[in-house]
């Protein structure tokens, strides 16, 4: 993107779909770039869509078919795209109403203010980093319920999980988080809970079968190793 902006700062229109593109970084602003596909690429990181919030014209946006969506629905990969980008008003080709986009800020920040509350002061700079539109959202809209208020859109019931976090001595733990949320950040709530350091712990995921499958993928989500509502995850250590 920064040679684009360089190169051809009059575009208005960049079709990057089937390249090998992993993440978006630079803080180089196309004026007049009004159209992007990113369709087949293999961007991985929510916060590569970050810095397409700099390009004021920017509102049709094709995005499909990459890693970071491969755990997720379709819908939520919607919501949670819109809900970071507010100029946007086609997506994937359908229009974007007041409605939905309303909808979808509102699990937006849900999904964000449920991670938010877990972390530890030192990490919530760089949590605010990685979603800058949190705290705007947060004035705008109020403090989000997490328990699934009836009065709420029916997307945001389903949007957090009940959890049991138990560790190698027995203690145990019951949480609601986002089905979003990644190991990474789980971790970090792990260590505010029990006070063990990300990198010392290993997690795993108890099925109903009393299997258990380690959680060994950091960027992963939870919905990913198919964690549902009720599951248990076990905490050990190195």
Same mark, same amino acid.
């Given at each position: 993107?920064?040679?684009?902006?360089?190169?051809?700062?009059?575009?208005?229109?960049?079709?990057?779909?089937?390249?090998?593109?992993?993440?978006?970084?630079?803080?180089?602003?196309?004026?007049?770039?009004?159209?992007?596909?990113?369709?087949?690429?293999?961007?991985?990181?929510?916060?590569?869509?970050?810095?397409?919030?700099?390009?004021?014209?920017?509102?049709?946006?094709?995005?499909?078919?990459?890693?970071?969506?491969?755990?997720?629905?379709?819908?939520?990969?919607?919501?949670?795209?819109?809900?970071?980008?507010?100029?946007?008003?086609?997506?994937?080709?359908?229009?974007?109403?007041?409605?939905? @986009?309303?909808?979808?800020?509102?699990?937006?920040? &849900?999904?964000?203010?449920? #991670?938010?509350?877990? *972390? %530890? +002061?030192?990490? $919530?700079?760089?949590?605010?980093?990685?979603?800058?539109?949190?705290?705007?959202?947060?004035?705008?809209?109020?403090?989000?319920?997490?328990?699934?208020?009836?009065?709420?859109?029916?997307?945001?019931?389903?949007?957090?999980?009940?959890?049991?976090?138990?560790?190698?001595?027995?203690?145990?733990?019951?949480?609601?988080?986002?089905?979003?949320?990644?190991?990474?950040?789980?971790?970090?709530?792990?260590?505010?809970?029990?006070?063990? @350091?990300?990198?010392?712990?290993?997690?795993?995921? &108890?099925?109903?079968?009393? #299997?258990?499958?380690? *959680? %060994? +993928?950091?960027? $992963?989500?939870?919905?990913?190793?198919?964690?549902?509502?009720?599951?248990?995850?076990?905490?050990?250590?190195?």
């Amino acid at each position: 993107m920064q040679f684009c902006a360089r190169s051809c700062p009059n575009l208005s229109k960049i079709m990057l779909g089937d390249n090998p593109i992993s993440e978006i970084v630079g803080d180089e602003v196309l004026h007049n770039l009004s159209a992007l596909s990113l369709q087949k690429t293999q961007l991985n990181s929510w916060t590569s869509l970050n810095p397409l919030r700099m390009f004021p014209a920017l509102t049709d946006l094709r995005i499909s078919e990459i890693p970071l969506f491969e755990s997720l629905s379709a819908k939520s990969c919607r919501y949670l795209v819109l809900g970071r980008l507010k100029q946007i008003t086609k997506l994937n080709g359908s229009p974007v109403t007041d409605s939905e @986009r309303k909808d979808a800020e509102k699990y937006y920040l &849900q999904q964000c203010h449920a #991670e938010f509350i877990e *972390l %530890d +002061d030192g990490k $919530r700079e760089e949590f605010m980093q990685e979603n800058p539109r949190y705290e705007e959202l947060l004035q705008f809209y109020g403090t989000p319920s997490l328990s699934g208020d009836p009065d709420e859109p029916e997307t945001l019931a389903g949007g957090l999980i009940k959890l049991t976090l138990l560790d190698d001595n027995g203690n145990e733990i019951h949480k609601e988080l986002p089905f979003t949320i990644t190991v990474k950040n789980l971790k970090l709530i792990v260590n505010h809970l029990f006070k063990i @350091r990300a990198t010392d712990q290993v997690l795993f995921f &108890q099925t109903e079968e009393n #299997e258990e499958v380690q *959680l %060994d +993928d950091a960027e $992963r989500s939870l919905h990913y190793y198919g964690i549902a509502d009720g599951a248990t995850i076990r905490v050990r250590t190195n």
